[in-house]
């Protein structure tokens, strides 16, 4: 049995209804997976705040989750609210 | 900042400008579509590229091209983008949609207009391309909010107070779909390629322009590795430079044909001719004596190869070769040979004039013009030629074209281009006793004293000769027959002499013989007259003797 840390960063633009749903299902889905063993650390960047960030990843559209660890690198664009989709999407799967 | 016009930012394509009044309408946006291949990507890194020459910084945002492929297209236009990044006049945002990226519901694009402000805002841009922005629909397609988002993305760069260019591809829904014509943009460009006769012609239009006149026809243009090269086709006007300097022909006996000095410096000549008039041979004998003068020659040979035209010509005494050596900066003589049929009319069109932006000739040789026309039908052929002399003779150029006449044209040219043709020169073949001698004549020349004589020509170790025809008895002859006819001719002049000289003496005589009679009568006259004054005297005398006799008697007798 392998036990994964994930390091998970979400780039919302301001806090729009689809980026604070966006942090809750994240959110909801790293309690789940810390449950079953996972480690899960999750980062919230405002690219308004920060917008060269938003240019070094080449962001267009937003809410968008990216694993950044382990490699390889995953994207998850939209309010993450279909769960399967998201882990599926972020290539994660729960033991 | 060089900038001519307030209201606008030069593109820095001339005929696109022209068509624009100046470029696009500044610090607002501009639409051009056009299907893939059209020339979208071209005329937006031109339009970025010159800005950033003109001092005004750019933003490139690709939704299609890597940046690296784009920055080696600008660099193939002579555009050094990769040091404009560096020095941080130029900024490209590679916005390509990640294709991996799983995409969910409620997706957002604020991230587009947050990085491009960053990128605006740190380079201090005024000009913003935003090419192939259709893609990024294609790439959230199954995304529900992506409307309003896109339509939240063309607001913002309505009011985001640059002069931008926002490309897409010939989509009619996509542009619609977010009131792009109608709504967003202050100016659109459509291009589009022409298939005609197999020969591929592009085109653009200004379809719509807020403020400001706008020509509608569609203007083509040339896309090559040399970039975007345009004619303001709808725009030309008659201002070419009047020129009171002579271009002497090099050929002695055809400058004496036209007043002495040759044609004025900026006009265009037409040597009209059938197979073997000594067209080319008249055009290169032009061209070498212009090289000799230091004048520079662009010859446009559409027939025949270099060598062909080169190896010909020295057989007749020109050598052309000479004046083609050494690099392009120095050389006399640009010999540039055209396929006729490789292109279509308006490619040629604005190649040779592309050609003739380049080198900056003096004189420009097109030989033979007709082999653009004959190969097609209807006006568009006649069109592009009087363009095309219309743009040389704008351009202040001396020209020099020829045009093939075929055997059964009876010397008619079908061109009918003859009002835009300030000299005209017909050459003919005269056949006579198996011999062919070479004839030629001014037709017209505008504003110079012309021999409206047929002279003859030959070839000779020296060049061309223009000699006058022998004008005898029976009309006018040429070559040997010339000689033989003058030979023919002085027995006839001897013998008319001789008979000249007789009837000189009978007139001489007769006129001694009339003069004897003339004095003999006057001598009879003045004896006859004597006569009667002497009769006329003895009755006066007469008649006084008895009066004085009356008198006598009368006083007697008192």
């Known amino acids: 049995m392998t036990t994964g840390h994930y390091q998970l960063r979400l780039y919302i633009a301001g806090m729009t209804p689809a980026a604070r749903r966006a942090i809750e299902n994240l959110e909801t889905l790293a309690r789940e997976l810390g449950r079953q063993g996972e480690q899960v650390e999750i980062q919230v960047v405002d690219i308004i705040e920060r917008p060269q960030l938003a240019e070094d990843e080449r962001i267009l559209a937003t809410p968008v989750v990216i694993r950044k660890l382990p490699p390889p690198i995953r994207r998850v664009v939209g309010d993450l609210s279909e769960r399967e989709r998201v882990l599926v999407g972020l290539d994660i799967r729960p033991l | ?328 900066a120095d050389r006399r003589l640009i010999l540039q040979p055209v396929r006729a049929v490789e292109l279509g009319l308006e490619e040629h069109l604005m190649r040779i004039m592309r050609s003739i932006r380049r080198h900056q000739p003096d004189l420009v040789v097109l030989d033979p013009i007709s082999s653009l026309a004959t190969r097609r039908t209807g006006d568009s052929a006649k069109d592009m030629l009087l363009r095309l002399i219309h743009l040389i003779k704008e351009a202040g150029i001396t020209a020099v074209a020829t045009e093939l006449l075929t055997d059964d044209s009876q010397g008619v040219s079908h061109l009918d281009v003859s009002s835009m043709i300030d000299v005209w020169i017909k050459l003919r073949r005269h056949e006579n006793n198996g011999e062919m001698n070479r004839l030629i004549t001014v037709v017209k020349a505008r504003g110079l004293p012309i021999s409206s004589q047929v002279k003859e020509f030959r070839f000779t170790d020296q060049g061309l000769v223009i000699e006058d025809p022998y004008i005898g008895e029976s009309g006018i002859a040429y070559g040997t027959v010339r000689e033989a006819r003058q030979s023919e001719d002085e027995q006839v002049i001897e013998q008319l002499h001789t008979e000249l000289s007789r009837a000189m003496q009978r007139r001489h005589e007769l006129d001694e013989i009339n003069a004897a009679a003339e004095r003999l009568a006057r001598a009879e006259r003045d004896t006859r007259a004597l006569d009667i004054e002497r009769e006329i005297a003895g009755i006066e005398r007469r008649l006084a003797n008895i009066q004085r006799a009356r008198s006598a008697i009368s006083r007697s007798r008192q």
């Not at chain 2, 900042?1 to 394509?13: H, R, V, Y």
């Not at chain 2, 509608?216 to 430079?241: C, N, Q």
Request: hydrophobic share 40%; proline share 3%.
């Open chain 2, 1 to 328: 900042m060089t900038t001519a016009n307030p209201e606008t930012a030069a593109t820095g394509i001339q005929g696109l400008d022209f068509l624009l009044q100046g470029g696009l309408p500044r610090g607002r946006p501009t639409l051009l579509r056009g299907g893939p291949g059209t020339g979208k990507t071209v005329i937006s890194l031109t339009f970025l590229c010159h800005g950033i020459r003109q001092g005004e910084n750019g933003v490139l945002v690709t939704f299609d091209e890597s940046p690296e492929a784009l920055i080696r297209h600008a660099a193939g236009f002579g555009f050094a983008a990769d040091r404009f990044i560096e020095e941080g006049r130029l900024r490209i945002l590679d916005m390509r949609p990640d294709r991996n990226e799983v995409v969910g519901d409620y997706v957002e694009l604020t991230a587009v207009m947050a990085r491009i402000d960053h990128a605006l805002q740190k380079t201090g841009a005024q000009r913003l391309v935003v090419d192939a922005m259709d893609v990024l629909e294609g790439a959230f397609s199954a995304e529900i909010s992506l409307r309003g988002e896109l339509a939240r993305v063309f607001d913002w760069l309505r009011e985001c107070r640059t002069s931008s260019l926002i490309t897409i591809g010939e989509q009619e829904e996509f542009t619609t779909r977010y009131g792009l014509e109608d709504y967003v943009a202050d100016c659109v460009i459509a291009l589009k390629q022409d298939l005609d006769h197999r020969v591929m012609t592009r085109l653009l239009r200004v379809v719509k322009r807020r403020g400001g006149g706008h020509g509608t026809s569609e203007a083509p243009f040339l896309l090559d590795g040399d970039g975007i090269f345009m004619i303001p086709v709808t725009g030309s006007v008659l201002r070419a430079r009047v020129s009171d300097e002579h271009f002497s022909t090099g050929i002695p006996g055809l400058d004496a044909m036209l007043g002495g000095q040759g044609p004025y410096r900026g006009s265009t000549l037409l040597f009209s001719g059938q197979a073997g008039t000594g067209k080319t041979s008249m055009a290169a004998a032009m061209t070498v004596n212009a090289c000799e003068q230091g004048r520079k020659v662009l010859y446009i040979s559409f027939e025949e190869s270099v060598d062909e035209l080169v190896r010909n010509q020295l057989s007749i005494g020109a050598d052309l070769r000479r004046h083609t050596e050494g690099s392009e």
